[in-house]
């Protein structure tokens, strides 16, 4: 019979641990698969805090898609990344707080988490939601997964990624609607706008990672230490 390179049994390479050609060729695609998944994958933290990002990795192997895709090759230089991400978080949450939302007309205190003032007891599972949730899960599915998807539907054009920044944004601020408000929303969104900019200068998740969870984790500090008022006040006062 001659020399075989590959056994297929009903289209599937058996000798391989990849899935269907066709399975993964619909999951990449826009048709019924492919929005499906893409409906699951944002639905999945309704369940349980990180399942979207883990969705995405999911399919990022059902569907044959290479890593580095998604933003996630190996990081080079790390501490470099881990110094320079957690300066910029820290700084961007400051500005934040202090001079746009304030621009923006946000009271200084945020409502959704006044439960965390001098709350020891609840700290610890906040800082691992903000590092799990949102440091990790949050770019894998806002950045690393929209922009893949983004890209490929917008096919490729001078401004397309401006375009990709803007509407992975709008679509972070609006996931944070319906529990943070209006406000939440709109420093979601400015926050994603930030970190599509740096994941399009670093090509990697790894710096925009950092940032986020750097963000969030002075954002949680200033809320347990009781100083929103004062850095909201800053420059703005009334």
Do not use: C
């Not at 020399?3 to 993964?24: H, T």
């Amino acid at each position: 019979m001659g020399e075989v390179s590959s056994v297929q049994l009903r289209g599937v390479n058996v000798n391989s641990g990849n899935p269907p050609g066709d399975l993964a060729a619909r999951l990449r695609g826009f048709g019924p698969a492919g929005l499906a998944a893409f409906v699951v994958v944002l639905l999945g933290n309704g369940l349980f805090v990180p399942l979207s990002a883990l969705l995405v990795l999911a399919w990022a192997r059902l569907s044959s898609t290479p890593l580095h895709e998604l933003g996630l090759a190996r990081p080079i230089e790390p501490w470099r990344i881990l110094g320079r991400g957690v300066a910029m978080g820290v700084i961007a949450k400051l500005v934040f707080k202090s001079v746009l939302m304030p621009l923006l007309g946000a009271p200084p205190v945020n409502a959704a988490y006044a439960y965390l003032t001098g709350n020891a007891a609840a700290l610890p599972g906040m800082v691992l939601l903000v590092l799990v949730g949102a440091g990790f899960g949050e770019e894998v599915v806002f950045r690393g997964y929209l922009f893949e998807r983004l890209r490929k539907l917008l096919g490729r054009w001078r401004r397309r990624d401006l375009l990709v920044v803007a509407l992975s944004s709008l679509v972070f601020g609006a996931v944070h609607l319906p529990e943070q408000g209006l406000h939440g929303a709109e420093q979601a969104a400015l926050l994603g706008m930030l970190l599509g900019g740096i994941y399009l200068r670093e090509k990697t998740l790894w710096m925009p990672m950092v940032v986020h969870a750097a963000f969030d984790l002075t954002a949680v500090g200033l809320i347990f230490t009781a100083s929103e008022q004062a850095v909201a006040t800053l420059f703005f006062h009334g």
